[in-house]
């Protein structure tokens, strides 16, 4: 009995295995396969800048929204930890450092990431259950160079636009916060952003948000590509896109922190 619960669980995991190495193995042909087709993908400039108002202007509104609360509370949590301890000068040191760093490009990726790497998913998964990539097959297109492409450099074109404007409202909200409700003044603030204040800060962040735009296009392109199943295929699709890109997010987050920040910028 012992040797057949065993002999089952060895099973269960050796397929387990097996599906990811798989999964493995089909996404790194989809990323040669894209990355091999972006040249020629230079060519659908209508598409591009479709991508570019679907990513960037119509994401705003969700991007102003959190930001500004963002900013709000980590200038208010900043104040209750300081004080009595630290001067409420650095108040703004502390926010400055930490939207352009961190908050900023991580937030604003993961808000977009999940807007917008579910719909990139569902678009093209949808297309692939309903045979309309077969037919831009049928129709000499290649479907990556069509549909993946496109969504691929308006991401890493838009992010960090959006990103900079994420920064800048959660600066303003922290401002906000500050003087309405923490009672520093609006010049002891903006001494305190001043401080420690260093352009690789501004740079690390917006290298960061170029690669969190190509992940959440990738994870959308490739989970919508692969989708299979119909209606319940698409809704797995997308969970499965979003999901990716948001783990995919915080685990670059690391190794670029390392990278930028220990070997372009050391300190």
Same mark, same amino acid.
């Given at each position: 009995?012992?040797?057949? %619960?065993?002999?089952?669980?060895?099973?269960?995991?050796?397929?387990?295995?097996?599906?990811?190495?798989?999964?493995?193995? $089909?996404?790194?042909?989809?990323?040669?396969?894209?990355?091999?087709?972006?040249?020629?993908?230079?060519?659908?400039?209508?598409?591009?800048?479709?991508?570019?108002?679907?990513?960037?202007?119509?994401?705003?509104?969700?991007?102003?929204?959190?930001?500004?609360?963002?900013?709000?509370?980590?200038?208010?949590?900043?104040?209750?930890?300081?004080?009595?301890?630290?001067?409420?000068?650095?108040?703004?040191?502390?926010?400055?450092?930490?939207?352009? #760093?961190?908050?900023?490009?991580?937030?604003?990726?993961?808000?977009?990431?999940?807007?917008?790497?579910?719909?990139?998913?569902?678009?093209?998964?949808? $297309?692939?259950?309903?045979?309309? #990539?077969?037919?831009?097959?049928?129709?000499?297109?290649?479907?990556?160079? +069509?549909?993946?492409?496109?969504?691929?450099?308006?991401?890493?074109?838009?992010?960090?636009?959006?990103?900079?404007?994420?920064?800048?409202?959660?600066? #303003?909200?922290?401002?906000?916060?500050?003087?309405?409700?923490?009672?520093?003044?609006?010049?002891?603030?903006?001494?305190? $952003?001043?401080?420690? +204040? *260093?352009?690789?800060?501004?740079?690390?962040?917006?290298?960061?948000?170029?690669?969190?735009?190509?992940? %959440?296009?990738? /994870?959308?392109?490739?989970?919508?590509?692969?989708?299979?199943?119909?209606?319940?295929?698409?809704?797995?699709? *997308? *969970?499965?896109?979003?999901?990716? /890109?948001?783990?995919?997010?915080?685990?670059?987050?690391?190794?670029?922190?390392?990278?930028?920040?220990?070997?372009? +910028?050391?300190?």
């Amino acid at each position: 009995m012992r040797g057949g %619960i065993a002999v089952r669980a060895f099973d269960t995991v050796g397929d387990k295995l097996t599906d990811w190495v798989a999964s493995c193995g $089909m996404f790194g042909l989809f990323l040669a396969r894209l990355i091999r087709e972006i040249p020629p993908g230079l060519r659908y400039r209508r598409l591009f800048f479709d991508q570019c108002k679907f990513i960037g202007n119509d994401s705003m509104p969700l991007v102003i929204l959190t930001s500004l609360f963002v900013g709000g509370v980590a200038s208010l949590q900043s104040a209750y930890q300081f004080q009595g301890s630290v001067p409420l000068l650095y108040v703004g040191t502390v926010l400055a450092k930490s939207v352009f #760093i961190e908050l900023g490009p991580v937030l604003t990726a993961l808000i977009v990431g999940a807007r917008v790497g579910s719909s990139i998913a569902a678009e093209i998964g949808t $297309m692939r259950v309903t045979e309309q #990539i077969d037919a831009l097959d049928t129709l000499a297109i290649r479907p990556i160079r +069509f549909l993946a492409v496109p969504r691929l450099l308006a991401a890493i074109v838009m992010l960090p636009v959006i990103t900079v404007f994420a920064e800048a409202i959660a600066l #303003i909200g922290g401002l906000a916060v500050a003087v309405t409700r923490v009672g520093i003044s609006m010049a002891t603030f903006t001494r305190g $952003m001043r401080i420690m +204040f *260093t352009p690789h800060d501004v740079y690390g962040g917006l290298i960061k948000s170029v690669v969190f735009g190509a992940v %959440i296009a990738i /994870s959308g392109c490739y989970f919508g590509y692969t989708t299979s199943g119909g209606a319940e295929g698409v809704g797995s699709a *997308t *969970t499965k896109a979003v999901v990716a /890109s948001s783990v995919m997010i915080l685990v670059m987050d690391y190794f670029l922190a390392e990278v930028i920040f220990r070997i372009l +910028f050391p300190t």
